[in-house]
């Protein structure tokens, strides 16, 4: 596969007496892959095949002209060249051609060299320069050998593509690391490529998002009362030139003097609590840059904490009664709504006491914005903390600002009463699976005047207590507990003050089982599954496990019950002693072990059954009875197996069983090797699925009776044209009826056969030999099948003495010929009634004796004969008799009988005469008159 390059020279060069040629060449393959030629205008082509010794290397090839004549050179109009086995690329550059004196021949454009930015652009069009270009020549831009610019060098060789050098063929985004310019000369032959230059080219925009830790505000109205870290993350579609650089501004949407994004944002750290809007914006480094984004953030302000907190002891009584108020001042730069107190335990949301409405006071002659009422703020005796904290108008509390004051209660308090008669209930409902226990007691009597709630404690175990609750009352009902525990209680009094009596504990632990208080729902049925003649089976479903019973009796006052107590869901019953063929009314019932309500409910309605029929056997039959074996079949009105108890007196002795199994109600048995001419007994007995014994009357048949042939007798039939003999026999049962015979010396077997069936039969055999001995058998075959056969009878036929007797004479007359030639014919037929010879004797005359001439014997046996008498003259009359001998030479001869044969016609000159007599008589005349 060849591929020719052809440049065209604008002047042709003049190469005489050039004794050679010399050019630059550089190919991509090395070998004597290229062919190069210069074509004379007077038609001749000289070429050289050079061989590369190495790729992408420039070599100098010297082409030896001498041996060329002026004649092929003094003209060379074009170059050509061939790339040879172009199986694969080949990129050639030829170059400096010269000739003889290195007078250049053609001269390639300059090879340029380029320049193009170092750093990623977001221009597809970017600006490339370069130098070293021809003057003032075209210069291209491939980008992998595909075109992708054009400009012009200037008079000095620089060039530069720009935006319009590239028209349509923009450089896509990605890195192009294969960026060449050629340049062209005027006979538009290319440079080879110039240096590579590699750019990167990304023309989208960065896209930034924001993320905050806590994801959400955590505080109230959009609010963070966490001072969030706020990121921001940045993400560039692929082909990226790299993320550039992130910059940030808090509160200004005109962006002046941004800062550059290093990492997280902390809120508080940059720009404090309040509402703050935070700007941002990323540039790549191709220059691309997004629109400036923007989102609001608030954070709390720290609420500060109330101010001058201080404690009234006016009613405390020395510190001896627990009754005490507190006072504070409004904290400065805040606006605040509400206040949060907690004794002995710092505040918190969910466990401090609010003020909502401020009332002032006097203390000690100052005066305070908010202050408590009197309370028993003491809970313990000795020393006591007030906490206090402020909510401003926005909904914060400042939890963590908390004033607070320490007072004191000294009380000298006796032994602690303790509660008596402590004790359990299951309180649980076992219907909402809800498992409770009620403790009670009764209060000390007198109770403490420092009373303040009773503790209750629980144990699983009677020694490890856990608290569950206080209460002011005297029963507390513990929820929530397993039912698979017992638990132990214990009741403690505890004071104002924190003080807490003995304890009263219960002796027994409890498990908290409980009691159904209704019974349980019926979620299927109930269904009647199964029912037999004596017993049914009823199921249900309940949506606990409760107990089984189902009533029933004949009418809906039932009567009777049966089931079972244990304690199931699926239930199932099944009821027996019942009666065949009857009708029952039905209701179960389901009740919890554990109930508490009466065992006069939880009834179905009211549903009814009817049992089977009494296991019968009907439709007995007996078929295909034959000599030996008979069918036997029946049905059952149940499904059954069964057993054919037979034999020849009622005692029966022989069984056999019904082997289509247990799962039918038509069964079949044959009883197989049985007597014939008997009578059999048999009876069926069996039991069905459910257990009930079947059996059937006695039934008898008898097998068939085995055919025989008696009293057989034979008769030679005198009168017969053939040896013939007639045989008698009978049968005890109705046969057919068959004679076999044949020669005792041989041949083939032949029969006499009638289908009729007969007890008394009659059948001849003719045609036999004479004087010939033959076995004869006697046989016929019942309406089954059973052929009876006689023992063999011998007979011998006697000689023929008698003449075939002759029968239907007949003549045929006809003429052949005319005229003087024509020959009468006689076509004489007859029967014999046995195979005889054919011939006939005729002569002239209407009757007679004498016959002057005979046919010839036709010596062929045949009972139906046919001779032909011809040469008889026409219009004449014959008599004849036919004569046949059988093959014991016995003659019959026929009457004598008579025939004319008929009238000759005239022939065609007999014809032609007649008629011209007719026409010329006279002549006719003349002539007989001149004889």
Not at 275 to 289: C, E, F, I, K, V
Not at 358 to 368: E, V
Not at 398 to 411: L, P, R, T
Not at 797 to 823: M, N, W, Y
């Amino acid at each position: 596969m060849n591929k020719t390059l052809t440049r065209t020279i604008a002047s042709p060069l003049d190469l005489s007496d050039k004794a050679s040629l010399k050019f630059d060449l550089r190919t991509t393959r090395t070998g004597s892959n290229i062919k190069v030629g210069i074509h004379d205008s007077g038609g001749t082509i000289t070429e050289v095949t050079p061989n590369v010794a190495s790729a992408d290397n420039y070599q100098t090839v010297n082409w030896d002209l001498s041996a060329v004549s002026n004649a092929d050179k003094d003209a060379i109009d074009q170059i050509i060249v061939t790339i040879t086995n172009a199986d694969s690329a080949n990129t050639f550059y030829l170059d400096n051609i010269y000739a003889g004196s290195y007078e250049s021949v053609t001269t390639l454009a300059s090879t340029p060299t380029l320049s193009a930015p170092t750093t990623p652009t977001n221009d597809n069009t970017p600006s490339i320069s370069g130098t070293g270009a021809s003057a003032s020549v075209t210069v291209r831009l491939y980008n992998n050998a595909t075109l992708k610019a054009t400009t012009t060098s200037d008079g000095s060789g620089n060039f530069t593509f720009d935006n319009a050098s590239y028209g349509a063929n923009i450089l896509d985004d990605g890195d192009h690391t294969n960026l060449t310019a050629r340049a062209v000369n005027g006979t538009g032959s290319e440079s080879p490529d110039s240096n590579a230059v590699t750019i990167f080219v990304d023309t989208a925009g960065p896209a930034t998002s924001y993320s905050t830790d806590p994801a959400s505000p955590d505080g109230s109205n959009g609010y963070f009362n966490t001072s969030p870290d706020i990121t921001l993350t940045v993400s560039d579609p692929a082909p990226s030139a790299g993320n550039g650089t992130t910059t940030y501004k808090w509160d200004d949407a005109g962006f002046s003097s941004p800062s550059t994004y290093t990492g997280p944002l902390n809120m508080f750290d940059t720009v404090g609590s309040g509402t703050h809007t935070l700007y941002w914006r990323t540039a790549d480094t191709a220059g691309n840059q997004e629109a400036i984004q923007s989102q609001q953030f608030k954070l709390s302000t720290i609420v500060p904490m109330p101010e001058n907190l201080t404690v009234d002891y006016s009613e405390s009584s020395s510190q001896t009664v627990n009754q005490y108020r507190f006072g504070w001042d409004h904290p400065a730069g805040v606006t605040a709504t509400a206040y949060y107190y907690k004794i002995n335990t710092a505040p918190s949301q969910g466990n401090a006491t609010a003020i909502s409405t401020f009332t002032s006071c006097s203390i000690s002659g100052t005066t305070y914005d908010v202050c408590t009422p009197f309370f028993a703020a003491a809970l313990v005796n000795g020393s006591n903390i007030f906490y206090t904290v402020t909510q401003d108008d926005a909904g914060n509390v400042g939890w963590s600002q908390q004033a607070n004051i320490n007072f004191s209660i000294n009380v000298i308090q006796s032994n602690v009463k303790v509660v008596t008669g402590v004790s359990m209930t299951d309180s649980s409902n076992r219907g909402l699976s809800d498992w409770v226990i009620t403790t009670r007691w009764q209060a000390p009597n007198p109770q403490d005047s420092n009373f303040s709630s009773y503790v209750i404690e629980r144990s699983e175990n009677g020694s490890d207590w856990v608290n569950i609750g206080e209460t002011s009352a005297t029963a507390y009902a513990d929820t929530g507990l397993d039912t698979a525990k017992s638990y132990y209680y214990r009741v403690k009094t505890k004071t104002t003050f924190g003080e807490l009596s003995d304890p009263l504990t219960t002796i027994n632990p409890l498990q908290p089982t409980g009691k159904y208080t209704s019974p349980p729902t019926i979620v299927s049925g109930p269904t009647v599954t199964k029912t037999t003649a004596n017993t049914a089976t009823i199921t249900w479903s309940t949506d606990r496990a409760s107990s089984s019973f189902v009533q029933y009796g004949a009418t809906t006052d039932y009567g009777a019950s049966n089931g079972q107590l244990d304690s199931v869901t699926a239930h199932t019953v099944t009821i027996s002693g019942l009666a065949p063929g009857t009708t029952y009314n039905f209701k179960t019932q389901s009740l919890d072990e554990d109930r508490d309500y009466s065992n006069t409910i939880g009834y179905s309605a009211n549903a009814n059954f009817k049992t089977s029929d009494a296991p019968a056997i009907s439709e007995v039959e007996v078929t295909d009875i034959s000599l030996s074996s008979a069918i036997v079949s029946w049905k059952t009105n149940t499904v059954s197996t069964s057993t054919v108890n037979y034999g020849k007196t009622a005692s029966y002795g022989s069984t056999i069983s019904d082997s289509s199994g247990s799962s039918v109600t038509t069964h079949t048995v044959k009883l197989e090797n049985l007597d014939h001419s008997s009578n059999y007994n048999f009876k069926i007995t069996g039991t069905d699925t459910d257990g009930n014994v079947l059996s059937s009357d006695n039934y008898v048949f008898s097998t068939l009776t085995f055919p025989r042939v008696s009293n057989v007798k034979y008769i030679q039939v005198k009168e017969a044209s053939s040896a013939t003999y007639e045989f008698t026999w009978d049968s005890n049962v109705k046969t057919s009826s068959a004679i076999t015979y044949r020669e005792k010396d041989g041949g083939n077997s032949k029969e006499s056969l009638s289908s009729a069936f007969l007890t008394s039969h009659k059948l001849s055999i003719a045609n036999l030999k004479d004087s010939a001995e033959y076995n004869v058998t006697i046989s016929g075959r019942d309406e089954h099948g059973n052929e009876a056969t006689s023992e063999a009878v011998s007979i011998k036929t006697p000689f023929d003495t008698r003449a075939p007797s002759v029968s239907g004479v007949t003549v045929e007359t006809s003429i052949l010929g005319s005229g003087k030639d024509a020959k009468g014919q006689l076509v004489v037929s007859w029967l014999t009634d046995e195979p005889s010879t054919s011939q006939v004797e005729y002569g002239l005359g209407v009757s007679g004796d004498n016959y002057s001439s005979k046919t010839m014997e036709d010596t062929a046996l045949t009972t139906s004969h046919v001779v032909i008498i011809s040469d008889l003259a026409p219009s004449s009359s014959y008599h004849f008799r036919v004569i046949s001998k059988d093959n014991a030479s016995n003659k019959a001869e026929s009457k004598d009988n008579s025939a004319l044969t008929e009238q000759a016609g005239d022939s065609v000159i007999d014809i032609v005469i007649n008629s011209l007599e007719k026409t010329l008589g006279w002549i006719f005349g003349i002539f007989r008159r001149g004889n």
